[in-house]
């Protein structure tokens, strides 16, 4: 879907696959990756990588939470499968600090590490050192039809409350004609419906731990939250909303089957573009909601490029992160594709180029990304940094667990009140077993 013509019609194959296979080269390195459109693209760019290096390449594209859960199986066992791994912000610190990571502190000059964003470059680092570059950065916000806005006879302000945006999705939902006025991930993994609601709650006032660590599920902000989200998703949500994610909702919002979708900032230019989208030329954005408790419901994230401390094959590694998220990159992208296509969110340089910001969605996107603070994501408190996760090694395990029985709700398998008692337990006892 978003393969150009920098792609052969083999590699288009191979890429369908779930890998570009590196052919006969002295050096050839191995990338797990998530199966994003950015990093889809990426791949159809990899011969000049190879032509200009000598250095082949493998791809193992996968599903989000598929990927997640490889690379974290191979990089704590010491598997080896991997050279690069696509992480994130969640694994980077952690990774990082166990020693598990090459540091990335000797890069070029010309790389210019400095022009990283540093919302992106600091959580991508443990103290102070680089442990992951940012292929891409993203927070979250509206996108959403101007014109099925209009047609209600309200408007999207830049800055909405939840309660705008559900009486907006409510006008806009003609189910009859398959239109969802809300297309919000409901995919139980914690990096996927569970950081959807996570960043929710942060705007209702929840947080996943008081100051003394002890799991909050029990407090009326989640409750609040997750009934506010069932009872929008039910009366404007599409079918099956609970196996919905970035990819399916993406799918969904081209389609021209939402009325908005919230969702990763890097998402604008793929609904933007009339080679996939039916409604490219109809979008608009927005801040993600807020409630008024100072809080909005956006997150941070970035998808980096970090070599795991078991490679044999470093150097070549380095040289492709390298690459693949430099200035250069994002002009071979721009020079192809346009610059509504490059890579958001990464560079400060990106947004300060006249061209980019252009680009309809490019300040929207920077917006965000600076309105995002994990040092200070809850309106009471917390004792973790994160806002769509806490930092903390335990986190994923326990994340997915409760992603589960939320997602449970959505299919109409469980109650909230169920829902909440059970994270509540789960959560409890995991960090009670970790000595919390």
């Known amino acids: 879907m978003y393969l150009k013509s920098a792609l052969s019609a083999a590699t288009a194959l191979s890429l369908v696959a779930g890998a570009v296979m590196a052919g006969s080269h002295s050096t050839t390195i191995t990338i797990a990756t998530v199966n994003n459109g950015d990093m889809i693209r990426m791949q159809g760019y990899?011969?000049?990588?190879?032509?200009?290096?000598?250095?082949?390449?493998?791809?193992?594209?996968?599903?989000?939470?598929?990927?997640?859960?490889?690379?974290?199986?191979?990089?704590?066992?010491?598997?080896?499968?991997?050279?690069?791994?696509?992480?994130?912000?969640?694994?980077?610190?952690?990774?990082?600090?166990?020693?598990?990571?090459?540091?990335?502190?000797?890069?070029?000059?010309?790389?210019?590490?400095?022009?990283?964003?540093?919302?992106?470059?600091?959580?991508?680092?443990?103290?102070?050192?680089?442990?992951?570059?940012?292929?891409?950065?993203?927070?979250?916000?509206?996108?959403?039809?101007?014109?099925?806005?209009?047609?209600?006879?309200?408007?999207?302000?830049?800055?909405?409350?939840?309660?705008?945006?559900?009486?907006?999705?409510?006008?806009?939902?003609?189910?009859?004609?398959?239109?969802?006025?809300?297309?919000?991930?409901?995919?139980?993994?914690?990096?996927?419906?569970?950081?959807?609601?996570?960043?929710?709650?942060?705007?209702?006032?929840?947080?996943?731990?008081?100051?003394?660590?002890?799991?909050?599920?029990?407090?009326?902000?989640?409750?609040?939250?997750?009934?506010?989200?069932?009872?929008?998703?039910?009366?404007a949500g599409p079918p099956g909303y609970s196996t919905n994610g970035f990819n399916e909702n993406l799918s969904l919002f081209q389609q021209g089957k939402c009325g908005m979708w919230i969702d990763a900032t890097v998402a604008a230019s793929f609904v933007?573009?009339?080679?996939?989208?039916?409604v490219a030329d109809k979008v608009g954005f927005a801040l993600a909601p807020d409630n008024g408790l100072g809080k909005r419901s956006n997150?941070?994230?970035?998808?980096?490029?970090?070599?795991?401390?078991?490679?044999?094959?470093?150097?070549a590694a380095k040289q492709f992160i390298e690459w693949a998220t430099s200035k250069d990159y994002i002009e071979l992208v721009a020079a192809n594709e346009g610059w509504a296509n490059v890579p958001p969110g990464a560079r400060t340089s990106l947004y300060e180029n006249p061209e980019y910001q252009k680009v309809p969605f490019a300040q929207m996107t920077l917006d965000s990304i600076l309105s995002a603070d994990p040092n200070d994501s809850t309106v009471e408190p917390s004792p973790y940094v994160g806002i769509q996760f806490a930092a903390i090694p335990e986190f994923a395990g326990i994340a997915t667990e409760v992603s589960q029985e939320f997602s449970a709700v959505y299919a109409g398998q469980q109650s909230v009140e169920e829902a909440l008692a059970k994270a509540q337990a789960l959560t409890t006892d995991a960090m009670e077993a970790a000595g919390y």
């Open 46 to 235: 990899t011969d000049s990588f190879t032509e200009a290096t000598g250095i082949g390449v493998e791809w193992v594209t996968l599903e989000e939470n598929v990927l997640r859960q490889r690379v974290t199986t191979d990089i704590t066992t010491k598997g080896g499968a991997f050279d690069i791994m696509t992480i994130g912000m969640y694994e980077t610190p952690i990774w990082g600090a166990n020693g598990w990571l090459v540091a990335l502190d000797d890069l070029s000059a010309e790389y210019d590490v400095d022009d990283l964003l540093p919302a992106m470059a600091g959580g991508l680092s443990h103290d102070g050192t680089l442990y992951a570059a940012p292929f891409y950065g993203e927070s979250s916000m509206i996108m959403y039809r101007t014109d099925l806005v209009e047609a209600t006879g309200m408007s999207m302000p830049e800055a909405p409350t939840w309660t705008q945006v559900a009486e907006l999705a409510r006008a806009m939902t003609d189910k009859d004609n398959e239109i969802y006025g809300a297309c919000l991930r409901g995919k139980a993994g914690w990096g996927e419906g569970g950081a959807f609601i996570t960043a929710m709650s942060n705007s209702f006032g929840a947080r996943w731990f008081d100051e003394d660590w002890n799991a909050q599920f029990d407090t009326q902000p989640w409750a609040d939250t997750l009934n506010f989200y069932v009872d929008l998703m039910t009366d």
């Open 272 to 278: 933007t573009n009339p080679n996939d989208s039916t």
């Open 299 to 315: 997150w941070l994230w970035a998808w980096a490029l970090a070599i795991p401390a078991g490679t044999q094959k470093a150097d």
